[in-house]
């Protein structure tokens, strides 16, 4: 836990706290026996969340971070993919892109560049702030946004949230009924597919019982995406490119995809 970026005394409030990943026999669903209760979240995000911190280790950790280049490039992709799939369910008109847990609103200032009408949330104060800077609208809960934006989105994007929440499919039904018929959801998660006990920093990492509380597989994704109403899609190519190889690549994407745990779907009620 030291390795991570927390900058309160979180040791001296844990104590001696163990967390334990449990396994449902019935639905393979995994998850940790012992979370934080949502009176701890501000603490959490608020207080032992250092803002410097957090850059150092997503620079040191995540995929790509480092690429400026790449890293916009995938956002660009994955805005696209929504448009097309959007567009192929027949919804007509400008889309309306949510992104809920936006963080500092990088996919819709993407999404705004590209003529959609964006709106984000984000439990973060200071995220929610460098979001609007882009200008980008950003509320800080679902109730708030239905409040002052009042409208039902056409493709909502909910990445590395749902292993954040103690109540996942509670979480995706609430944003089934803010969406319109047939929209379109990406979700990312990490995949914690042959986690048991981790073994390493980077296993780890995907299960850290004060934050990753929920640990998913591509089958356990999928399936608690159908319990919200949701069908699972396939990814439609993006190319955006000057490289022959990466061109192929995407083009591959029509014939064989891996089964991972970033996934589209569409809204079946």
């Not at 706290?17 to 998850?31: I, R, Y």
């Not at 409208?151 to 319109?180: D, F, K, N």
């Not at 990406?186 to 042959?194: A, D, K, L, S, T």
């Amino acid at each position: 836990m030291s390795k991570f970026y927390y900058s309160g005394d979180h040791e001296a409030a844990l104590g001696d706290q163990e967390f334990d990943l449990v396994t449902c026999s019935g639905c393979e669903f995994t998850f940790h026996r012992f979370v934080l209760g949502d009176e701890w979240l501000p603490v959490l995000y608020g207080q032992w969340t250092d803002a410097a911190q957090v850059g150092r280790f997503e620079a040191a950790h995540t995929t790509k971070r480092n690429d400026v280049f790449a890293t916009a490039v995938q956002r660009l992709k994955l805005v696209m993919r929504l448009h097309h799939l959007v567009s192929q369910a027949g919804i007509a008109g400008p889309v309306r892109l949510l992104d809920f847990g936006c963080g500092d609103g990088e996919v819709l200032a993407t999404a705004q560049l590209l003529g959609l009408k964006t709106y984000g949330i984000d439990l973060s104060d200071t995220r929610a702030d460098t979001a609007r800077t882009t200008g980008v609208r950003v509320f800080s809960n679902l109730e708030e946004f239905d409040e002052k934006a009042g409208v039902r989105v056409h493709a909502v994007v909910l990445s590395q949230v749902l292993e954040h929440v103690s109540t996942p499919l509670g979480l995706l039904e609430a944003l089934a009924a803010r969406m319109v018929p047939g929209g379109v959801l990406f979700v990312g998660v990490p995949n914690c597919e042959g986690i048991d006990i981790p073994k390493d920093f980077a296993t780890f990492h995907k299960v850290q019982p004060l934050e990753h509380i929920n640990a998913f597989t591509p089958r356990t994704l999928q399936r608690l995406l159908e319990r919200a109403g949701f069908r699972r899609l396939r990814s439609p190519p993006a190319f955006v490119s000057t490289r022959p190889a990466s061109a192929l690549r995407s083009a591959g994407t029509l014939l064989f995809q891996r089964n991972t745990t970033d996934q589209f779907f569409s809204l079946t009620r």
